[in-house]
């Protein structure tokens, strides 16, 4: 594959001109694609079997189109790992697609997915203004939808709507959620299955625009790499050193001969390796522990991740519908407000908060709020930092 792409990409050709052999050794980076634009293609857009673009949450917007074999081999895992999913109590599967459509990957890969072990599908759009949270609900529960993929924060919405037009979760047929695009901590999935008894919240995939398929979804509820799609490396996030652990940056190379190579592309996101189970297939657990750029920086001055906020955040919580951080003070004597939305007082145990302040290493008071600001809900088209955590802590 690096052949390939030093000899038919013309970022990579340039590279290889300037470095010589040790172009191989080099990291990709998202600015490197930025710059790159279709320079990163080993082909040309016409060999394309579609064209995508990133959301540009995380910097300006890179051309990501795909060809048709690359297309397949990132398929063959979720449709691999849907099969004993979609037939797991025996009734016909009829799955929704929540998410968003225009230039980006999401309908069309679980739309193909779905059509390739025959199972119906509706694309729902939930943000666009033809369809609508309130539509949505009624198609979900008229059609009797088994399966829903979307964004994790959108199980959340989905029952508050439901909720507010009287609905019960008996209404509705959901076996499973499958969620994807923001961060998803275990603790966040259990506390969504209490609004929705009888229903699994499970990851659907990781990936991106630039890298597709990087883990799929298994009915177990964990994400498995694709491994026989990519070459995977651990790196320090910070100076980019092999890490010395199972937790690091997570670094592909494709494998597979396809219209877009990467060649050691640092993701940006922090991730835990664990094994890979006896059970046939040859794919590694994946932890996805947040972007790197969405760490926090706690009162002793040490980083932690995302999802170690996020997972004491909600700790033993149900029916929480949301919530947000907000550290103020000074850098040397920080303090936190956790603002949970929780309409039901039963579930507004005094216990919470006490984890992450020992996490944070600062004083932690817990506010139970009415409603929440709505950049929480932002998660999917920002990042887990933009959505849930406001940082005013003065240099002094």
Same mark, same amino acid.
Not at 103 to 126: E, I, N, S, T
Not at 228 to 238: G, I, K, M, S
Not at 374 to 383: Q, W
């Given at each position: ?92 599967a009829v799955v929704a697609i929540m998410g968003p459509s225009e230039l980006y990957a999401f309908g069309d890969v679980f739309g193909a997915v779905a059509r390739a ?13 033809r369809v609508g949270l309130s539509k949505a609900l009624r198609i979900l529960r008229q059609l009797q939808v088994t399966h829903v993929v979307c964004a994790p924060s ?23 959620? %499958? @969620?994807? +695009?923001?961060?998803?901590? #275990?603790?966040? &999935? ?6 929705? =008894?009888?229903? *699994? ?75 890979a189970p006896n059970d046939g297939y040859p794919g590694r657990m994946l932890t996805v522990l947040g972007r790197v750029a969405d760490q926090v920086l706690t009162g ?25 951080? %907000? @550290?103020? +003070?000074?850098?040397?004597? #920080?303090?936190? &407000? ?6 039901? =007082?039963?579930? *507004? ?48």
């Amino acid at each position: 594959m690096r052949a390939l792409a030093a000899r038919e990409s013309v970022f990579y050709s340039r590279r290889a001109e300037q470095l010589g052999d040790r172009w191989t050794g080099e990291f990709t980076t998202k600015a490197d694609l930025v710059e790159a634009g279709l320079d990163i293609l080993a082909g040309s857009v016409a060999e394309a079997e579609v064209y995508y673009e990133t959301t540009g949450t995380t910097g300006p917007p890179t051309p990501c189109p795909r060809g048709e074999l690359e297309v397949w081999a990132s398929n063959r895992t979720l449709i691999r790992a849907w099969t004993s999913m979609l037939a797991e109590d025996g009734r016909p599967a009829v799955v929704a697609i929540m998410g968003p459509s225009e230039l980006y990957a999401f309908g069309d890969v679980f739309g193909a997915v779905a059509r390739a072990l025959g199972v119906p599908q509706v694309k729902l759009w939930p943000d666009s203004p033809r369809v609508g949270l309130s539509k949505a609900l009624r198609i979900l529960r008229q059609l009797q939808v088994t399966h829903v993929v979307c964004a994790p924060s959108m199980v959340l919405e989905l029952a508050e709507v439901a909720s507010a037009a009287g609905l019960s979760p008996r209404d509705f047929a959901i076996k499973r959620f %499958l @969620v994807l +695009g923001e961060l998803s901590t #275990p603790e966040f &999935r259990s506390n969504a299955e209490s609004f929705w =008894p009888g229903a *699994r919240v499970s990851p659907a995939m990781y990936g991106s625009q630039e890298a597709l398929c990087v883990a799929s979804g298994w009915p177990d509820g964990t994400l498995r790499l694709n491994e026989l799609n990519y070459h995977f490396e651990l790196v320090n996030p910070h100076d980019g050193a092999p890490a010395t652990g199972q937790v690091g940056e997570l670094v592909v190379t494709s494998l597979i001969p396809g219209l877009r190579p990467m060649n050691r592309f640092r993701t940006g996101d922090l991730v835990a390796l664990g094994t890979a189970p006896n059970d046939g297939y040859p794919g590694r657990m994946l932890t996805v522990l947040g972007r790197v750029a969405d760490q926090v920086l706690t009162g002793e001055g040490q980083r932690v991740s995302a999802y170690d906020v996020e997972r004491l955040a909600l700790q033993d919580l149900q029916g929480c519908l949301g919530y947000q951080v %907000l @550290v103020d +003070g000074s850098h040397q004597s #920080p303090a936190a &407000r956790l603002r949970l939305l929780i309409p039901d =007082p039963a579930n *507004r145990t005094p216990e919470v908060g006490r984890a992450l302040g020992d996490l944070l290493a600062m004083p932690v008071a817990v506010e139970f709020a009415d409603s929440l600001s709505p950049r929480t809900k932002t998660g999917a088209t920002a990042s887990w930092k933009a959505a849930r955590l406001v940082d005013s802590r003065s240099a002094q």
